[in-house]
């Protein structure tokens, strides 16, 4: 026989998800909302402190106000690990882990200066209000975009090994045309060269003097715009047979906080719990 107490535990618990996790609620939208609006003003914040002439005047004000939210966002986290059944799912889960990204900084500039400026991971955070102002739609095409990158990873691997390959060997074979002479002092200086050319980027801190290396550097410049495309083509090629079946619903896992669920699913693609 279940005990009153539990009962009331369970009772307040699933009030906490539905006003943390849901905005189905009054309430929930309300928290979701006012949540958005905070990590606007703390990015903001960070963003100003990084002006010279601001924090000069306004430091002092700027680190309060920095401290205010950090504790906040902390305990919003908390609130969050409570109220769901499986906290560690939570954890490891992306929300779970930009969240916990989002306090770090603050605690970590106490040891190490500057720390708290990646504090703007916190934007990653405002992706929530297509769940805020329930825009199944959205979610939808976040994850025909999620399963296309997926499926495209290990084309994109090969393709990353393939174009590490030929950058080393062609800035190999650019440092002995060259040579130190001409600014390709080492083999890695020649990779960094190959690689800036070959991805059209052209700092043009180093050039190539001699007849055969300007001929390479423009057999590079050709390959580059080429490559550019394969990427592209990879992950467009992946999206179009990622077909979405069916729409998906905003609705949190009660046990795992996982979102994008299956509008007609009765239990969690994350962590298997009931919905």
């Avoid at 060997?169 to 050319?197: C, D, H, Q, R």
């Avoid at 007849?211 to 990427?231: D, E, F, K």
Wanted: charged share 15%; with cysteine.
């Amino acid at each position: 026989m279940e005990q009153p107490g539990n009962t009331s535990k369970q009772n307040w618990k699933t009030y906490l998800h539905e006003v943390i996790f849901e905005a189905d609620t009054a309430e929930g939208k309300a928290f979701d909302v006012v949540l958005l609006i905070a990590i606007l003003l703390s990015v903001l914040a960070v963003m100003l402190e990084s002006v010279s002439g601001i924090k000069a005047e306004y430091g002092d004000i700027l680190y309060t106000i920095e401290w205010v939210f950090t504790v906040l966002f902390t305990l919003e986290y908390m609130a969050r690990l409570i109220v769901v059944t499986k906290p560690w799912r939570y954890a490891v889960s992306f929300f779970g882990i930009v969240d916990l990204l989002s306090i770090l900084p603050t605690f970590l500039s106490l040891f190490f200066a500057g720390a708290h400026s990646l504090l703007v991971i916190r934007s990653i955070r405002l992706l929530r209000v297509f769940r805020v102002f329930k825009l199944a739609r959205f979610l939808g095409e976040a994850s025909q975009l999620t399963a296309a990158l997926r499926a495209s990873r290990p084309k994109i691997i090969v393709f990353i090994g393939a174009v590490f390959a030929m950058t080393v060997v062609l800035g190999t074979a650019m440092y002995l045309i060259e040579g130190g002479e001409n600014g390709f002092t080492s083999i890695p200086k020649s990779i960094y060269w190959a690689v800036v050319t070959l991805t059209t980027v052209g700092y043009g801190d180093i050039a190539p003097q001699t007849v055969l290396g300007q001929a390479l550097a423009t057999l590079i410049m050709i390959l580059g715009y080429g490559i550019i495309a394969v990427p592209t083509g990879i992950v467009s090629a992946e999206m179009s047979k990622a077909k979405e079946l069916h729409p998906v619903t905003t609705q949190a896992c009660p046990h795992c906080g996982a979102e994008g669920h299956d509008s007609d699913a009765s239990y969690c693609k994350k962590c298997g719990g009931r919905l």
